[in-house]
Nanobody, 124 residues
Framework: VQLQASGGGLVQAGGSLRLSCAAY????????MGWFRQAPGKERESVAA????????CYADSVAGRFTISRDNAKDTVYLQMNSLKPEDTAVYYC??????????????????WGKGTQVTVSS
């Protein structure tokens, strides 16, 4: 499956952005989906993951309560709604598709495909 992320941009602290990731060339509902981010000089980290049905989620502690992951299997798309953004959320955000569990997804394991990143910049 190929992934295309979009929706990044520049926003002030406290603002919101919604990222989208469209999947092509595969059976979207087969995949666990996740969002990762990588800030300059830092390692890539898991942000959120969602199960195949959309009924189970995992969030990084740093974004829990502010970010919401969701998916629309009819549109082959996963979303990341980001509210109350902070400057430390500045990073390149990547979507990923995996064939294992959401727990392994958050560990960076069992990932079959990565999308190209989309830049999110939060100004203070």
């Amino acid at each position: 499956v190929q992934l295309q992320a979009s929706g990044g941009g520049l926003v002030q602290a406290g603002g919101s952005l919604r990222l989208s990731c469209a999947a092509y060339g595969g059976t979207f509902s087969y995949y666990v989906m996740g969002w990762f981010r990588q800030a300059p000089g830092k390692e890539r980290e898991s942000v959120a993951a969602i199960s195949r049905s959309g009924g189970s989620f995992c969030y990084a502690d740093s974004v829990a309560g502010r970010f919401t992951i969701s998916r629309d299997n009819a549109k082959d798309t996963v979303y990341l709604q980001m509210n109350s953004l902070k400057p430390e959320d500045t990073a390149v955000y990547y979507c990923a598709a995996g064939s294992d569990t959401i727990v392994r997804m958050t560990a960076g394991d069992g990932i079959d495909s990565w999308g190209k990143g989309t830049q999110v910049t939060v100004s203070s």
